[in-house]
């Protein structure tokens, strides 16, 4: 990481923050912590060795080994001797790390110490296949250059910063293949996190294991695919533990996380345990699900809600294909339409030319045409979506309001701004354009959907995945089509009728399976949730 030694000769304020992004440095909070080590402790004990290697290559203070190697004394486990082997890159956890391995030698641990301050990205090559355990939480941050931490360089500085980034990255994608991102940004999209959770497991032995802290998206995103992948086809998960963003564990970071241990040895086993704690970590659920319950394609799994969500994901994409597949055969197309910076310079109320359309203009079931703005610039490439009425959408960022996806139909001759998504039926059909939208409205989708966001935003790659019903399986569903445009007239009633005709009629779901959907929606109120339990049952 020459970058890191570049950032080093900044004067120290600035430096300081820096290197603390540019290393990921924020350790582990030692609740979560002690929750990993007392599913690990009765693994490590179960391998029967006389003595262990143990690492934590992204060591820091050394807070998980010494919690663990501590944990074991208080929990009585056979007496071991164990080969600690510490790294970072940085220096000072590193001497807090020794002075309490010191500790627990006095307090009778048998423990040989080795600690290095390395670059462990350029050193793990030595200890492949080593290690009976790590245990780790690896640094998470993304490679790539900041614009605003880019200023603090001279000019010439900032190219070399760059180059120097640019050789990491090639480096890391050369030795650590499988952490590679499924696509980059602007030659950008390399996260530590992944790339550290890949050496980690490298450096672990065949029947070694590996107990881990990492981002929560690592289970859902399309960009840790190719990571996930080679860890289920090396090993068994044997346990998650989801924590939300709220919880703040990292500094505040508004991120959520996850821990779990994966184990590289040949027994098969089926059940593995997942538990979801409240922002006061307090558990909020737990249970076993099915590796084979878990989507194949994608190899996502929806960690965030519980196992319930496994099961229920499972029903809800078992009927139809998914999105992208309806995509793919040209029965509909998704996309953004045009960029919409600058619009004000480019826009004016009433007039002629395309309507121009913008995020607040999109209501549930309902277009604000008051605005009635045209666009004025010319428009080198039309998009031939404007020339249809199709479905435009809006999303809403923070993970926890109830509706991520706000939907309506907007009219022909618009262009709708970048912040909206837009799909519609290549064939021009409205009839099931309607019924369309009931669906990608329905808290059916949105379940879905939030078991395949990884972050706050809604991605289209995470639509994708969503399974919907084709458009000739719907076109049979003339009732659906009427409920959607009563909604769009503003009926009272419409929209829980929505909502319970799509559970029943197009997912369904039972009376078991839509009451479990909809408590997994902490915003829906009682009386709200009756009544759709109410509707559900009326349609027989
Ligand atoms: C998220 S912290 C975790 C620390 C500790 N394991 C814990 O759980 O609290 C990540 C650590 O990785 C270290 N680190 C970052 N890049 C590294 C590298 N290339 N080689 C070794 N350590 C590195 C950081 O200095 C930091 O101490």
Redesign the pocket.
Same mark, same amino acid.
């Not at 934590?56 to 998980?64: K, T, V």
């Not at 790294?87 to 940085?90: G, L, M, P, S």
């Given at each position: 990481?020459k970058h /890191?030694h570049l950032i080093n000769s900044l004067p120290l304020n600035n430096a300081e923050k820096f290197t603390e992004k540019a290393?990921?440095? !924020? !350790?582990?909070d030692e609740k979560i912590?002690l929750l990993m080590i007392e599913k690990l402790l009765p693994l490590i004990n179960a391998i029967g060795k006389k003595n262990y290697n143990i690492a &934590?290559?992204?060591?820091? &203070?050394?807070?998980?080994v010494t919690l663990l190697i501590k944990q074991w004394m208080l929990n009585g486990f056979p007496d071991v001797e164990w080969n600690v082997y510490l *790294? &970072?890159?940085?220096h000072a956890?590193l001497v807090h790390a020794k002075s309490e391995l010191a500790q627990l030698k006095l307090a009778g641990a048998s423990i040989n110490v080795t600690v290095k301050n /390395? &670059? /462990? *990205? !350029?050193e793990f090559e030595n200890y492949i296949d080593y290690f009976d355990c790590v245990i780790?939480?690896?640094?998470?941050e993304n490679i790539k250059p900041d614009s605003r931490e880019l200023n603090l360089f001279e000019p010439s500085i900032k190219l070399k910063y760059i180059e120097s980034l640019r050789e990491f990255d090639d480096y890391l994608s050369r030795v650590l293949p499988y952490s590679q991102p499924k696509r980059k940004f602007a030659g950008w999209g390399t996260n530590?996190s992944r790339v550290?959770a890949e050496l980690s497991l490298e450096i672990c032995n065949k029947n070694g294991m590996l107990a881990i802290?990492m981002p929560a998206s690592f289970f859902a995103d399309e960009q840790s695919f190719t990571l996930r992948q080679k860890f289920f086809n090396t090993g068994r998960l044997d346990f998650i533990n989801y924590y939300p963003a709220e919880a703040k564990l *990292?500094n505040g970071a508004d991120v959520s996380s996850c821990s779990f241990i994966l184990i590289k040895d040949n027994f098969f086993k089926e059940d593995m345990q997942l538990s979801v704690y409240d922002k006061k970590l307090n558990i909020n659920s737990f249970g076993c699900f099915d590796f084979s319950s878990i989507d194949t394609q994608h190899l996502s799994i929806p960690i965030s809600q519980g196992v319930h969500a496994i099961h229920l994901l499972k029903r809800l994409q078992e009927e139809y294909s998914t999105w992208n597949s309806l995509e793919k055969n040209g029965e509909i197309w998704a996309g953004r339409e045009i960029d919409e910076t600058g619009s004000s310079n480019w826009t004016k109320k009433n007039g002629d030319g395309y309507l121009f359309v913008k995020g607040k203009m999109i209501g549930r079931y309902n277009f604000d045409i008051s605005h009635n703005l045209k666009v004025t610039k010319k428009i080198d490439k039309v998009p031939s979506s404007s020339n249809f009425e199709r479905i435009a959408w809006r999303d809403i960022s923070r993970p926890s309001q109830k509706r991520r996806v706000i939907a309506t139909v907007i009219p022909p001759n618009s262009l709708a701004g970048n912040s909206l998504g837009v799909v519609y039926y290549q064939s021009g059909s409205q009839d099931s354009l309607f019924s369309l939208l009931g669906i990608i409205n329905s808290l059916c989708f949105e379940f879905q959907l939030r078991s395949f966001l990884a972050t706050g935003h809604v991605s289209l790659s995470a639509l994708r995945k969503t399974a919907i019903p084709s458009e000739k399986i719907l076109s049979q569903h003339t009732e659906l089509k009427h409920l959607v445009i009563s909604c769009m007239n503003g009926c009272c009633d419409a929209e829980l009728k929505v909502e319970a005709y799509i559970a029943k009629k197009i997912y369904k779901l039972n009376l078991n399976e839509f009451n479990k959907l909809l408590s997994s929606f902490d915003k829906i109120e009682l009386a709200e949730k009756e009544n759709l339990l109410r509707m559900f049952q009326h349609y027989g």
């Open positions: 990481m /890191i290393t990921g440095k !924020y !350790y582990t912590a &934590d290559p992204f060591s820091g &203070d050394g807070r998980l *790294f &970072d890159i940085e956890g /390395i &670059d /462990i *990205f !350029y780790t939480n690896p640094p998470w530590l550290g802290v *990292f």
